[in-house]
């Protein structure tokens, strides 16, 4: 019996399956017929389907191979390029896509047609190959991961840690990592400006977001002296004052708000606390009710964003500033009216009528019971009656009606 080797690394259809092997050996048994077996030495045929080669290892005889000699193929030689065809050029195809894989499509992919993120081991075909994340509907494809926010970017986004070029960040967490002080930068100072102001500019329909350092940057502080704020340029700590509230509010709708110590994002600063915060920077006062409107006049332009959180907060927003102003324009007739019984009664007639007004300035909820804090206006100049020796005259007033007295602005 004739053993051999047959080789078929010339051969163009790819011996990958055992019929591809015996379509192969149909095609040129019979021109072997006739050949003579010399071991070590190969017999060559050619045919359509390419070159085939019989490797002779041994042979018994020095007979010419005939039609019923007996022959054992001890080994194919494939060509190993051929195993692992490209599916796109036909070029050997060591890679695979995973995600043709897994939709169970031809996956292999040669290191031309594969595409790769950078330092990533997952191949895929152009098909697959996930788009630059940086906002919705980016046509680029996504060559590397950012290695803040581990998000898939484009070139266009590519951007290099200052002293170690390999390592890439997208434009945003590389501003906001390497991003310099700008008002440091003016005085010829190099300072990191990790904060970045907060400011909404509804000319550009983003928030400001220049780099600031610690020094330069202000906190406007909705929520509260010990909680972090929001970050102001100079620039806009000086706009606070003159600008247009929706300007205010839309920045405080779009600043993350600090999270509490029960590890939650602490809510909007409600009505009350907005307005004694603008009390604070705007260079007139503003009503409940101008604030109020201005929440109201955001609408077209907070739902044309179509962001969720954003759109929830300024619903809560909307709810929760209106109701608060319903139960105000309630509320203070009746805390008025009570304020000047009161005084009638205990101290005579001519104290009802010296109360003039009253504001409330505050509320907030005890044991589920909203409480007030009123700002009443007198005509007096010695208030002191009206609250009596250790506040005995006020304090009934003061529980009976759960509220808290001011008179005119705090003063005694
Ligand atoms: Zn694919
Ligand atoms: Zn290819
Ligand atoms: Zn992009
Ligand atoms: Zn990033
Ligand atoms: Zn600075
Ligand atoms: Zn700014």
């Given at each position: 019996?004739?053993?051999?080797?047959?080789?078929?690394?010339?051969?163009?259809?790819?011996?990958?399956?055992?019929?591809?092997?015996?379509?192969?050996?149909?095609?040129?048994?019979?021109?072997?017929?006739?050949?003579?077996?010399?071991?070590?030495?190969?017999?060559?045929?050619?045919?359509?389907?390419?070159?085939?080669?019989?490797?002779?290892?041994?042979?018994?005889?020095?007979?010419?191979?005939?039609?019923?000699?007996?022959?054992?193929?001890?080994?194919?030689?494939?060509?190993?390029?051929?195993?692992?065809?490209?599916?796109?050029?036909?070029?050997?195809?060591?890679?695979?896509?995973?995600?043709?894989?897994?939709?169970?499509?031809?996956?292999?992919?040669?290191?031309?047609?594969?595409k790769t993120i950078l330092?990533e081991?997952?191949?895929y075909?152009?098909?697959h190959l996930p788009l630059c994340e940086c906002?919705?509907?980016c046509?680029e494809k996504a060559n590397f991961r950012c290695?803040?926010?581990?998000r898939l970017f484009g070139t266009h986004q590519q951007?290099?840690?200052?002293?170690?070029?390999?390592?890439?960040?997208c434009?945003?967490?590389?501003?906001?990592?390497?991003?310099?002080?700008?008002?440091?930068?003016?005085?010829?100072?190099?300072?990191?400006?990790?904060?970045?102001?907060?400011?909404?500019?509804?000319?550009?329909?983003?928030?400001?977001?220049?780099?600031?350092?610690?020094?330069?940057?202000?906190?406007?502080?909705?929520?509260?002296?010990?909680?972090?704020?929001?970050?102001?340029?100079?620039?806009?700590?000086?706009?606070?004052?003159?600008?247009?509230?929706?300007?205010?509010?839309?920045?405080?709708?779009?600043?993350?708000?600090?999270?509490?110590?029960?590890?939650?994002?602490?809510?909007?600063?409600?009505?009350?606390?907005?307005?004694?915060?603008?009390?604070?920077?705007?260079?007139?006062?503003?009503?409940?009710?101008?604030?109020?409107?201005?929440?109201?006049?955001?609408?077209?332009?907070?739902?044309?964003?179509?962001?969720?959180?954003?759109?929830?907060?300024?619903?809560?927003?909307?709810?929760?500033?209106?109701?608060?102003?319903?139960?105000?324009?309630?509320?203070?007739?009746?805390?008025?009216?009570?304020?000047?019984?009161?005084?009638?009664?205990?101290?005579?007639?001519?104290?009802?009528?010296?109360?003039?007004?009253?504001?409330?300035?505050?509320?907030?909820?005890?044991?589920?019971?909203?409480?007030?804090?009123?700002?009443?206006?007198?005509?007096?100049?010695?208030?002191?009656?009206?609250?009596?020796?250790?506040?005995?005259?006020?304090?009934?007033?003061?529980?009976?009606?759960?509220?808290?007295?001011?008179?005119?602005?705090?003063?005694?």
């Open positions: 019996m004739i053993e051999a080797i047959l080789d078929l690394r010339e051969w163009r259809e790819t011996a990958a399956s055992p019929s591809a092997i015996g379509r192969a050996w149909a095609a040129i048994q019979s021109s072997l017929v006739g050949q003579l077996p010399v071991a070590a030495e190969a017999l060559e045929v050619r045919a359509e389907g390419g070159i085939a080669r019989l490797w002779i290892v041994s042979t018994p005889s020095h007979e010419p191979i005939a039609d019923d000699t007996p022959l054992l193929l001890l080994d194919v030689v494939r060509n190993p390029r051929l195993m692992y065809v490209c599916r796109d050029c036909g070029e050997y195809g060591p890679l695979r896509c995973q995600k043709c894989e897994d939709e169970e499509q031809p996956a292999r992919l040669c290191s031309k047609c594969a330092d081991l997952t191949a075909c152009s098909r906002r919705e509907g046509p290695r803040k926010c581990r951007k290099a840690h200052p002293r170690d070029p390999e390592t890439s960040y434009a945003n967490c590389h501003w906001v990592l390497f991003g310099r002080c700008q008002p440091c930068a003016e005085l010829r100072k190099q300072r990191l400006g990790r904060s970045k102001c907060g400011f909404f500019r509804r000319d550009t329909g983003e928030r400001c977001a220049l780099p600031l350092c610690w020094e330069h940057s202000q906190q406007w502080r909705a929520w509260g002296q010990d909680n972090r704020g929001i970050p102001l340029c100079p620039e806009h700590v000086k706009a606070l004052a003159t600008v247009d509230l929706e300007s205010i509010l839309l920045s405080l709708l779009t600043t993350k708000p600090p999270i509490s110590d029960r590890g939650r994002p602490m809510p909007l600063p409600n009505l009350f606390r907005v307005r004694k915060l603008l009390k604070t920077c705007r260079s007139r006062p503003e009503s409940f009710r101008t604030i109020l409107e201005a929440v109201q006049r955001l609408e077209p332009d907070i739902e044309s964003r179509g962001r969720e959180r954003l759109s929830r907060d300024y619903r809560y927003m909307r709810e929760s500033y209106g109701e608060a102003l319903a139960d105000l324009a309630q509320k203070e007739p009746m805390f008025l009216e009570q304020i000047r019984d009161y005084y009638a009664r205990e101290l005579g007639s001519g104290y009802g009528s010296a109360i003039l007004g009253a504001e409330v300035i505050e509320r907030w909820k005890e044991k589920g019971q909203w409480r007030y804090r009123v700002d009443v206006r007198t005509s007096l100049t010695n208030r002191g009656h009206l609250i009596g020796p250790g506040g005995q005259r006020i304090k009934p007033l003061q529980e009976k009606y759960g509220i808290r007295i001011d008179f005119d602005g705090g003063q005694r």
